[in-house]
């Protein structure tokens, strides 16, 4: 499944070869996207969960859906854009969990094996798109839009988990 995504961002590339530095750029996420997640998990985080994820997962790639110009490119690229954002949450309310959870070995090595198999959920979850729709140019967008919301709502049950750490 990985393999698609990278063997189609090297497509993507190749086909903005003459905009090299649009090209990479598309890809990676803007201060303003950046903070309209920030400021969407602040006004949420006194919701439930539930809530947060279907008030901020999103944000960022759904429009792109409306895009009068969108293809199958231009909606990778913004699937991309928040998957990183969220994974950026993900690593580090991960990492902080566990920070909090140094004294408490059983705990740390279960959130350890939970992330773990998570990571295997998603893969497996997400590798329904590609063998649905192999070989057509959907299995990114498809794909991308899998990681994305996964990793979303990874990162939020994540925080609710460090949040918990905290009380």
Same mark, same amino acid.
């Given at each position: ?90 690593? &580090? ?57 996964? &990793? ?16």
């Amino acid at each position: 499944m990985m393999m698609i995504l990278i063997c189609f961002l090297q497509f993507g590339m190749i086909l903005f070869a003459p905009a090299q530095s649009l090209a990479q750029d598309a890809f990676v996420p803007t201060e303003a996207e950046r903070a309209k997640i920030s400021d969407c998990i602040k006004r949420a985080a006194s919701e439930t969960e539930l809530k947060q994820m279907s008030a901020c997962i999103g944000l960022i790639a759904e429009p792109c859906v409306e895009a009068p110009d969108a293809n199958t490119a231009s909606l990778v690229a913004c699937h991309m854009r928040e998957q990183t954002i969220w994974d950026g949450y993900l690593n &580090t309310w991960y990492g902080e969990a566990q920070n909090k959870l140094k004294g408490d070995t059983a705990s740390g090595d279960a959130l350890k094996q939970a992330q773990r198999a998570w990571i295997a959920f998603r893969d497996a979850k997400c590798a329904y798109w590609e063998k649905r729709y192999a070989g057509g140019t959907i299995v990114a967008v498809l794909t991308g839009d899998c990681m994305r919301v996964e &990793t979303g709502i990874r990162a939020l049950e994540v925080r609710a988990i460090l949040d918990d750490l905290d009380q």
